[in-house]
């Protein structure tokens, strides 16, 4: 038992960066998830698009932090496209992001021109702000921590504003929004278009961790984020817009430190995703569930 806890306790640093990282992705799935309405799986598209993109301008010798902020726009675009393909087409919105996200594969391959692309003899971000120390997880944990705090930061002062609060209302009621004179596909456009920009930007940052950018780096993603984000909404809940924001990041951290538990006790890396999709599905039916059984003990108690 001793050998599991040390290995699990030796593991924490470099799941806490990971987590860091993967926590843009579950943010980009809060957003037209919790705050829109908008059920989107464009993410899953946009996290490779922002690594391929990414990897091919530092491998042609692009400053990293010009290629991030370029992968970040790649992401917001392709959030755009989706919502436009929703809103002008009237698909619905699971369709659209498959379409756009299997398109999304082929654009990826053009970008490349290849599967993969290694960076491990380039500069990242991490080897321009800590040079040397750039390999060590608390540098990673530091850096990109810094940047999930500006980005919680700047989501906050967003939503409290009027413009993040007419966006609110449109997830809620578009309807009603529109009728307050609130531009609904505007809104929807933006929102989508920011979410699988942090997605993307998330791609960027997670190949100059792992030192090479790869067209099926994506896979799975999806579903990691969203256990991410229901863990963390049961930890911090969602009455408040700072628990809501908080909740991706929270869920993040909790998530791959139950993965990385997971691993230490001998559970096979192949049924990691087995395992995620029944836990998701389990906390998704859990209320329907509850309500069942309360239903079962109010009729009970009507008969007596």
Do not use: W
């Not at 993109?53 to 392709?78: D, E, Q, R, S």
């Amino acid at each position: 038992m001793m050998d599991v806890f040390n290995s699990f306790y030796g593991l924490i640093p470099v799941t806490i960066a990971q987590s860091l990282i993967v926590s843009f992705v579950v943010l980009g799935v809060m957003l037209p998830f919790r705050i829109l309405n908008f059920p989107d799986l464009t993410s899953e598209g946009a996290f490779p698009l922002g690594g391929c993109v990414c990897g091919t301008l530092i491998a042609a010798g692009v400053n990293p932090f010009l290629a991030c902020l370029v992968a970040l726009v790649c992401g917001f675009a392709a959030g755009c496209t989706t919502a436009f393909i929703h809103l002008r087409f009237k698909i619905n919105t699971l369709l659209a992001g498959i379409l756009v996200m299997t398109m999304l594969y082929s654009i990826n391959l053009r970008i490349m021109g290849r599967t993969n692309i290694p960076l491990f003899t380039y500069d990242t971000i991490f080897t321009l702000l800590a040079g040397s120390a750039a390999n060590q997880a608390s540098v990673k944990i530091i850096i990109v921590g810094f940047l999930i705090l500006l980005v919680v930061a700047a989501m906050l002062y967003f939503f409290m504003s009027e413009k993040g609060t007419s966006m609110r209302a449109v997830g809620a009621s578009p309807d009603m929004a529109e009728a307050q004179g609130i531009n609904v596909g505007t809104a929807t456009i933006l929102g989508v278009g920011a979410a699988s920009a942090l997605s993307a930007t998330g791609g960027s940052i997670m190949v100059q961790t792992q030192g090479f950018a790869d067209v099926n780096m994506g896979f799975g993603i999806l579903i990691n984020g969203l256990a991410a984000l229901i863990i963390g909404e049961a930890i911090t809940g969602r009455q408040t817009i700072l628990r809501q924001v908080l909740a991706p990041v929270v869920g993040s951290l909790v998530y791959y430190q139950l993965i990385s538990f997971c691993l230490t006790l001998g559970l096979a890396p192949a049924d990691l995703k087995f395992a995620t999709g029944a836990f998701v599905l389990l906390m998704l039916a859990l209320p329907n569930l509850r309500s069942a059984g309360g239903g079962v003990q109010i009729r009970e108690k009507v008969r007596e």
